[in-house]
């Protein structure tokens, strides 16, 4: 794909480059059999000539194709009047294809190779099949828009690779156009020009050719739903693709001859079972599953891809959702109160302590606002210089009823760990634990060799009941499975509450911005 959207010209959006470059190798070789003959694949100069022929005929209707249906969709944008729009828009491609039809009959006369000369005939049976294609190709832009306009937000049809049952409204509005395409399209590569001039030979073929559609139709939805819950994944699409059409191919093959002896035991339609007559099946049928396999697979591999994106904006709003509050959780209007109550009473009695006390609050709330647009991981060095300002506010307000140890045994600023670890869990311990100045609460903190964060605390706990599983720490067990996919472990003997953090690489700092 990265390919393809590398040649894809600027004039075209990504849904029409890939279904021009998917429809050309079709109509290309099927207009010059159909001007020319078996010819066309039996002379090589007749060969190359038509094709390179074909090739700018096709990419000069697509241009004039392609802005004639913009008009259209600029005069007519709403999707309430669907009608009105697609009678207008075969009106104008219909115009068109009568104008380039007389144009491409021209142009093939004036080059000897093809030996097709200029009639109104051959005009008008052009233009009979032009007509076809133009309905399918109005169908399918009408059913695109309707799919973008209707569902822009809808999930995958098949989010866990499972099958819904029945069609959706696409897939009956896909079979309602390709069974309108390929029924004339069999009939006159194997009936030939009887099948419009009879119409009882009209009527026989079709029934034949849609008879022997919906047996192809059921197998191949099955088969192409199965490669769907093999691979469901969108970076799947070529194996799924793959699959698709492997398995497809020789249920095809099987079915086109039952529609063979089909049409040759109605005697009206004089079709031979004869392996001349069932190479044409055959290349509509293959011609079949490509296309049925392609349409499939783009629209699937469309649904999960805008599916992928909702959720991922999902996931962006509930992040920043969870900053947001946790910022808020941060700025505690509980600690910024004490805060200034005791700086209140610091200013009367120790003016020096006050004016540090001001520096490490303002330190304190500095980091925090810092946090909001900082990395999902920071150094343990930041987290203990923080820590360090946010032991001294506390201190100032318990006195000696707290210690803070610091045990180093690597350099910090090589370990990483998610921001405010440290504050949420001495926070733990100050909110489990009794705080008294004879019965002081120890708080450890070690980095171990290893890159391993250990932190313990002496236990005596309060009278007052709270949970046994805080809040905080599961919070913060949650962060570190988010961030690293790795657990913390807590151990309680009774005597110590201690946690293990453990080391989470550098790398991640970079993977989960």
Known sequence: ???????????????EWIYHLLMMPVLAPL???????????????????????????????VVLMTLAVRCVFRRFPAANRPLRRLLVMGGVVGGATL???IFDTW??????????????????????????????????LLLFDAYHRQYPQQKAALPSGQAAPGFSPFEWGFHSLAVFVFTPVANLLLVGQRYLEDLLIFLLGSSVVVLAYIPNVLLVTALIRYSIRKYPGLSQTRQRLRLMIGWSLPVVYTLNILTLWLFSKVPLLAIPFSWESYWTVLGVGVLFVVVFSLGNSYFYALQRWQT??????????????????DLKGRVNPHFLFNSLNSLSSLIAEDRPCAERFVDELAKVYRYLLHLNTSEPLTTLDRELAFINSYAFLLKTRYGNGISLHMELETDPAHCYLPPLTLQTLVDN???????????????????TESGQILVWNTIRKRMVRVDTRPAGLSGLAAKYRLVGDQDIQVRDDGARFLVELPALPQELTAEKA
């Open 1 to 15: 794909m990265n390919l393809v959207e590398r040649v894809r010209p600027c004039f075209f959006s990504k849904s």
């Open 31 to 61: 207009g010059n059999y159909f001007f020319i003959g078996p010819r066309y694949a039996t002379d090589r100069t007749t060969f190359v000539s038509a094709t390179l022929l074909v090739i700018g005929l096709y990419w000069l209707s």
């Open 99 to 101: 104008v380039l039809g």
């Open 107 to 140: 142009l093939y006369s004036l080059v000897p190779a093809t030996g097709v000369r200029f009639s109104w005939d051959i005009v008008r049976a052009i233009w009979r099949l032009g007509l076809i294609f133009d309905v399918f190709l109005c169908g399918a």
């Open 308 to 325: 992928e994106e909702i959720e991922n904006e999902a996931l962006k709003k509930n992040t920043l959702r969870r900053r947001f509050e």
């Open 429 to 447: 311990a100050m909110k489990h634990n009794v705080i008294l100045t004879q019965n002081p609460l120890h708080i450890h903190i070690r980095a």
